[in-house]
Structure formats: C-alpha cells, structure tokens
C-alpha cells in the first residue's frame, strides 16, 4: 500500500542553524505534499506545501524542495528559532475519483536550542 | 461549522469498557481520516473515508475497533472492550473534494484507559 517515510525522527539544531527533514513515498499518483507543524499540546496545522507540477517552493524561512522521479521531498528550516522547536509531518496526497487521500510521514521532532 | 470538532475532548475510562469518539467534520468536506497519537510519537493511521465508505481501514489495530460515518457528515469511531494500551490521542481530520488538499485536524480526543 501507499507509504511515506520521514527521517530523521529526532533533529536537535543550534539556534540560527539549519534544519532539513526528508521525506519519500510511494505512490507514483501523489500530486500534492503538505507539512504540517503540531507544537506541544496542539493540532497540527499546515505551514506549506508543494505541488507535483513545482520543484520548489519557499515562504519566509521555510522552503520545500520535490524530486518526482526520485519520489522523495524536503523541507528546509533556514535561521532556526527557538518557536520552531515542535513535531513536523510531511504528507503526500493524490486525488482520486471521490477526492483526497493523505497518507502522513511518522514525524520529526525538532529541537531548536537556544 | 468553523472547523473540525471532536468529542469529548477528553475520556478517562476503565479497562474493558467500550468508548465511543465523535468527530464533526468542516461542512461539505467530503473526506474524513483517523488517526491515533501516542504521548511523543507521530501519526498511526486507522481508517480513511471518502463519503460514507471506508476504502481503507487497514490501520484500525484489532477487531475491537471500527467506524462508521453517516449522512457524508459526523464519524464515530468506537473501541470496545478497551485495553491500556488503547490510551492515546484520537485525531480526526477532513480535507475537501475540490481544490486544496489541505487537511483540517480536530484538536483531539485524549482517552485515558485506567
């Protein structure tokens, strides 16, 4: 069945580093990938997306990057700030007769230190 | 309404009873997912429906639980017989037949099972 693997699971950063988490999946039908950040104790919410027909997207300090034929996708953090420090999903979605089906990344939990 | 509504919001139960959990999905979403979270992990899918039916509830752990979802609209998923190993966070979440994929989570179901 359709799967989505997200590493690493625990990502601890410097603040003002870096932080890159990666996903793959597995279904060639996916056409649209969203992240979505849960902070402790909250529903997670989407902070961005990218579609099939895009290779890279960016909005402030976060931007997504997607290789099709590779069937893997990534966000990148730049600046990291303490705020940032929550559990991140990636998901990978495709559009089917009835509608969406998403199927979730397991998460990585990121560790912004001051 | 507004968003997606869950309850209760939390559920402390005694082990072998059977619970009941409510989700009200954002109207006219035609998609509707559980997902179960445990203390400090990621997403565990359950069932996904499109509609009223479940073409995927390969997720749901065991026997004891199943779902149902009625008039397009309202989901419960039940648990019977529950074990300690059952407590977690039961999200549920909608996305729309058109347009953006975007998943809309509800703020959750703690079940504590004692």
């Known amino acids: 069945g359709e799967n989505v693997e997200q590493h690493p699971s625990t990502l601890s950063v410097q603040e003002g580093d870096s932080a890159v988490i990666k996903c793959t999946y597995s279904?060639?039908?996916?056409?649209?990938f969203p992240w979505y950040k849960q902070e402790l104790g909250k529903r997670p919410q989407l902070i961005i997306d990218?579609?099939?027909?895009?290779g890279e997207k960016k909005d402030q300090r976060i931007a997504v990057t997607l290789n099709k034929t590779a069937k893997h996708f990534s966000l990148h953090i730049t600046e990291t700030q303490p705020e940032d420090s929550a559990v991140y999903f990636c998901?990978?979605?495709?559009?089917?007769?009835?509608?969406?089906?998403?199927?979730f990344g397991a998460g990585t939990r990121l560790f912004v230190k001051a | 309404g507004a968003g997606v509504s869950q309850s209760p919001s939390n559920k402390v139960t005694e082990k072998g009873k059977d619970v009941e959990l409510r989700c009200d999905p954002i109207?006219?979403?035609?998609?509707l997912y559980w997902y179960r979270q445990s203390l400090g992990q990621g997403l565990e899918f359950l069932i996904y429906?499109?509609?009223?039916?479940?073409?995927?509830k390969s997720g749901l752990p065991s026997d004891r639980f199943s779902a149902e979802r009625t008039g397009g609209s309202v989901s419960t998923l039940t648990i019977q017989r529950t074990q300690q190993e059952d407590s977690a966070v039961y999200l549920c979440?909608?996305?729309?037949?058109?347009?953006?994929?975007?998943?809309?989570f509800g703020q959750g179901t703690r079940l504590t099972v004692v």
């Open positions: 990218i579609r099939s027909n895009v």
């Open positions: 979440a909608s996305t729309r037949r058109q347009g953006s994929a975007e998943a809309f």
């Open positions: 109207s006219g979403h035609t998609a």
């Open positions: 429906f499109q509609g009223n039916s479940a073409p995927d």
């Open positions: 279904d060639s039908a996916s056409n649209y």
């Open positions: 998901a990978a979605s495709n559009r089917g007769t009835g509608g969406f089906k998403t199927i």
